[in-house]
Antibody
Framework: EVQLVESGGGLIQPGGSLRLSCAAS????????MTWVRQAPGKGLEWVALIFRGGNTHYADSVNGRFTISRDNSKNTVYLQMNNLGAEDTAVYYC??????????????WGQGTMVTVSS | EIVLTQSPGTLSLSPGERATLSCRAS???????LAWYQQKPGQAPRLLIYGASSRATGIPDRFSGSGSGTDFTLTISRLEPEDFAVYYCQQYGSSPLFTFGPGTKVDIK
């Protein structure tokens, strides 16, 4: 079965760091683009970060310089390292696979999400 | 930066009715990079439509997408009880790389 399972969320103080994990099964992470999307409570979806097949990365301006997306091919897992967290980073974080079928670049497989709460 | 606007914000309809959701881009978008998602409370989004008009795997044919340039539409031909949810459009572009619209909530009248 093709699926993504996120973990690592929790309550963290402002200025703190957290690393989210996204374990994939049923497909190979390194053969796909992978991304993180977040959703603040009661709000819409916001794209956060992308890792290309070749390992290059791209970030939303709101997290650039604070967040790092990476992957471990041996574990078939994608990570999101989040540093210098602020209240505005409070959200459910979703990991997703990016499909480039017919150059669509849409998110065809999603994890269940992991909640990150930044609060003192 | 491409901004996506969705209308209406909320659509109140009854089961069996037709739903027409709009997504408008601030500048022309490649049709191949326009997608629609459905999200129900407490769940992750689900891909419905990609490439503006292609249904994703397992999506019923009552869902259809159309449009080009700056105007795109998601149509649900006859609403089923499980279709009441929030719908987002999304595009792939330059900067930011991906943009979502603010969403349209389809609720029961």
């Amino acid at each position: 079965e093709v699926q993504l399972v996120e973990s690592g969320g929790g309550l963290i103080q402002p200025g703190g760091s957290l690393r989210l994990s996204c374990a994939a099964s049923g497909f190979i992470v390194s053969s796909n683009y992978m991304t993180w999307v977040r959703q603040a409570p009661g709000k819409g979806l916001e794209w956060v970060a992308l890792i290309f097949r070749g390992g290059n990365t791209h970030y939303a301006d709101s997290v650039n310089g604070r967040f790092t997306i990476s992957r471990d091919n041996s574990k078939n897992t994608v990570y999101l390292q989040m540093n210098n967290l602020g209240a505005e980073d409070t959200a459910v974080y979703y990991c997703a696979r990016v499909s480039d079928v017919r150059w669509s670049y849409c998110f065809d497989i999603w994890g269940q999400g992991t909640m990150v709460t930044v609060s003192s | 930066e491409i901004v996506l606007t969705q209308s209406p914000g909320t659509l109140s309809l009854s089961p069996g009715e037709r739903a027409t959701l709009s997504c408008r881009a601030s500048q022309s978008v490649s049709s191949s990079s326009l997608a629609w998602y459905q999200q129900k409370p407490g769940q992750a989004p689900r891909l419905l439509i990609y490439g503006a008009s292609s249904r994703a795997t397992g999506i019923p044919d009552r869902f259809s997408g159309s449009g080009s340039g700056t105007d795109f539409t998601l149509t649900i031909s006859r609403l089923e009880p499980e279709d009441f949810a929030v719908y987002y459009c999304q595009q792939y572009g330059s900067s930011p790389l991906f943009t979502f619209g603010p969403g349209t909530k389809v609720d029961i009248k």
